[in-house]
């Protein structure tokens, strides 16, 4: 795409009342629909007007008025040819947004500009869309929790902080904008979450997101159009760190698990729960959105290959993931599996081959939400005090496969399928409580 053209235009078609014509900004784009091309001409400039033989001086103004004049408009033209030198692809749209200073050039936009792609026609990532909707609602909150306190507001209501912010979150004029987010404004939100009964990987979590908007704002992320809102040097996270904390995984016992194993009931419901998490127990703790994904030709005589969805996108190399097909799995399949002919059907009757990315991530959610309070059910009639949940078994299964592998990650990242071996690193601090168990027990 080339470059759009800019100009001084002063513009005679029309006079105002005193006789003078406007002076405008013009910028000519060449935007391409198919084989077709066309010139688009987008003008710019309020309030700027003089007649036809001031105008003709302008290059060299004679009076103070026409000085003036030209001053202002020399400013418009000075930005419309940065913006230009700064960003490709551009748009009409995306110009105007940028030299008018719109919602565009706003963390909001460049959030719902993100949401947009992920959550396009097409795209498999609804879940991270609505990630970072989550982050910019817990930015939001904050920015207009200082607003509130800013404006001190008195009220006897205990709910009336909450109800003032939640009128103003759709609100423009509250818009966060970029300067506004310094390092130290980072810092002050991670305490205010805190305090808020967060976590710090929940806060993490949140400002990966914003990391991500700045550098999509400045032009910097690798493979994108460079659209640059922000200069490159408006970055706060050189000054401030994202933190994250050691989460141990919290897994069954051998007890625990036994008990699990052995559990009966005439509760059909309750032994489907049990039956869906020993399927993904022996199945390498596969993570229940694949269990629900899973596919026939995914299943072999001896072997089930599959490639986990979560970190498809983030790996430079397609790996799968291979799973013996042995121990309950053929009889929990023979006894949950979809009745459906279609030999490249889903496994399991949990999703419709028709639904889209939207309604799987939905159905997936639901399903999931209802096997965990059956599996709450089951953990109280064991006496389990821990939260039995679906992600246990995951958790089970890699501390099991360390404890047999003497500690060994990188097993745990190829059976898990994790990304990052850091993430495997985690599964060290369970097996670390349960040994410190044991040495006191075998001391008393």
Not at 134 to 154: N, P, T
Not at 213 to 228: E, H, T
């Amino acid at each position: 795409m080339s470059k759009p053209t800019v100009s001084v235009l002063h513009d005679t078609r029309r006079p105002i009342k005193d006789g003078r014509y406007p002076v405008r900004i013009q910028v000519i784009f060449r935007v391409e629909e198919g084989e077709r091309v066309r010139w688009v001409p987008k003008y710019f400039g309020k309030d700027n007007y003089c007649t036809v033989s001031e105008f003709a001086t302008f290059s060299r103004p004679r009076s103070e008025g026409v000085r003036e004049l030209k001053r202002r408009v020399d400013i418009l033209f000075t930005k419309a040819t940065r913006i230009i030198a700064d960003n490709e692809d551009l748009t009409p749209e995306i110009f105007e947004g940028i030299f008018l200073g719109k919602a565009r050039d706003t963390v909001n936009a460049v959030y719902a500009m993100k949401v947009a792609e992920l959550s396009g026609s097409g795209s498999d990532q609804v879940g991270t869309s609505w990630a970072y909707e989550s982050s910019l609602h817990s930015l939001m909150r904050y920015k207009l929790h200082l607003e509130y306190k800013r404006h001190k507001i008195k009220s006897e209501d205990p709910n009336a902080e909450k109800k003032w912010i939640k009128a103003r979150l759709e609100d423009l004029a509250f818009a966060l904008r970029f300067p506004e987010i310094t390092g130290e404004w980072l810092l002050n939100y991670e305490e205010w979450m805190i305090s808020c009964g967060r976590t710090v990987n929940t806060v993490a979590i949140h400002l990966r997101a914003l990391r991500h908007v700045f550098n999509l704002a400045r032009g910097m992320v690798p493979g994108k159009k460079k659209i640059r809102i922000i200069p490159v040097t408006l970055y706060p996270f050189d000054e401030y760190q994202i933190k994250s904390e050691l989460k141990y995984k919290i897994a069954l016992n051998d007890s625990e698990l036994q008990m699990f194993k052995d559990f009966k009931h005439n509760e059909d419901r309750l032994m489907e729960a049990r039956d869906y998490w020993f399927f993904s127990y022996y199945a390498n703790g596969m993570n229940m959105a694949d269990v629900a994904k899973l596919r026939k030709p995914e299943l072999m005589a001896e072997v089930m290959i599959y490639d986990r969805k979560k970190t498809r996108k983030t790996r430079k190399q397609f790996k799968q993931i291979l799973i013996p097909f042995d121990h309950e799995l053929p009889a929990i399949v023979k006894r949950r599996g979809a009745k459906s002919l279609d030999p490249n059907g889903y496994v399991f009757p949990i999703l419709d081959e028709d639904m889209s990315e939207l309604q799987v991530k939905l159905r997936v959610n639901k399903f999931i939400k209802r096997m965990n309070q059956d599996l709450d059910r089951i953990g109280s009639i064991l006496g389990i005090t821990k939260s039995l949940t679906s992600v246990i078994a995951r958790h089970t299964f890699g501390n099991r496969l360390l404890n047999a592998t003497d500690g060994d990650v990188r097993m745990i990242q190829d059976g898990l399928g994790h990304s990052n071996s850091k993430t495997s690193e985690n599964y060290k601090g369970s097996i670390y409580l349960e040994k410190i168990k044991k040495v006191r027990g075998e001391a008393l």
